[in-house]
């Protein structure tokens, strides 16, 4: 089992930036895929960002260019660099862990963004 452990987020106004953590540990395979999902009040839970073992990554096209993954391996970590946020940015902010087909999930960070 993968344990996910979020930290970052905040309140934060439009145009500002912000840098959410995610420290996996427990069972991690050497091969695996990490990312971020967000999810908004009242609508489904949607991919950001994620970024393979390999750090191939992809994005949303509400935030490319806005937003950079990027992972350490020896730290079991990775991060996502939100710039420019825009008020429909607010959202919980979860991290997963994908090896072997399982999923994984962190309990989620609080992103809100004033206009």
């Known amino acids: 089992q993968v344990q996910l452990v979020e930290s970052g987020g905040g309140l934060v106004q439009a145009g500002g930036s912000l840098r959410l953590s995610c420290a996996a540990s427990?069972?991690?395979?050497?091969?695996?895929?990490m990312g971020w999902y967000r999810q908004a009040p009242g609508k489904q839970r949607e991919l950001v960002a994620d970024i393979t073992s390999g750090s191939i990554t992809r994005y949303a096209d509400s935030v490319k260019g806005r937003f950079t993954i990027s992972r350490d391996n020896a730290k079991n970590t990775i991060y996502l660099q939100m710039n420019s946020l825009k008020p429909e940015d607010t959202a919980v902010y979860y991290c997963?862990?994908?090896?072997?087909?399982?999923?994984?999930w962190g309990q989620g960070t609080q992103v809100t963004v004033s206009s």
């Open positions: 427990g069972r991690i395979f050497r091969i695996n895929d």
């Open positions: 997963n862990h994908r090896a072997l087909s399982v999923d994984s």
